[in-house]
């Protein structure tokens, strides 16, 4: 059964970082395409971020340009998000997805097949 189990999130002061992993159960990473969102009440999902499968593609919603980094280690099955230099407006749910894909990603939610749970992930002193 395909899983996708997010974590690392947690509370953390204006200026700070966290790294945020996404885990993958029941399927091998190495085909699938993987985004980042995040989701507050009230607000459309945004997409943060998105690799491809090879990881030779990566985009950023320009709110997080140049702060956060998309990452994967096909070997471990895992994705990463580091997040640096942390702003109150960066408070949300963030999520992991995935869509078997090849050669580019999308930062659109509707072109995910699959997704994890979230984690919360909250900046403030």
């Known amino acids: 059964q395909l899983q996708l189990v997010e974590s690392g999130g947690g509370l953390v002061q204006p200026g700070g970082s966290l790294r945020l992993s996404c885990a993958a159960s029941?399927?091998?990473?190495?085909?699938?395409?993987i985004g980042w969102f995040r989701q507050t009440p009230g607000k459309e999902r945004e997409g943060v971020s998105c690799?491809?499968?090879?990881?030779?593609?990566?985009n950023y919603a320009d709110s997080v340009k140049g702060r956060f980094t998309i990452s994967r280690d096909n070997a471990k099955n895992m994705v990463y998000l580091q997040m640096n230099s942390l702003k109150p407006e960066d408070t949300a749910v963030y999520y992991c997805a995935v869509r078997a894909a090849f050669g580019a990603c999308l930062r659109s939610g509707s072109w995910y097949n699959y997704w994890g749970q979230g984690t919360q992930v909250t900046v403030s002193s």
């Open positions: 690799i491809s499968n090879s990881g030779g593609w990566t």
């Open positions: 029941g399927f091998t990473l190495d085909n699938y395409a």
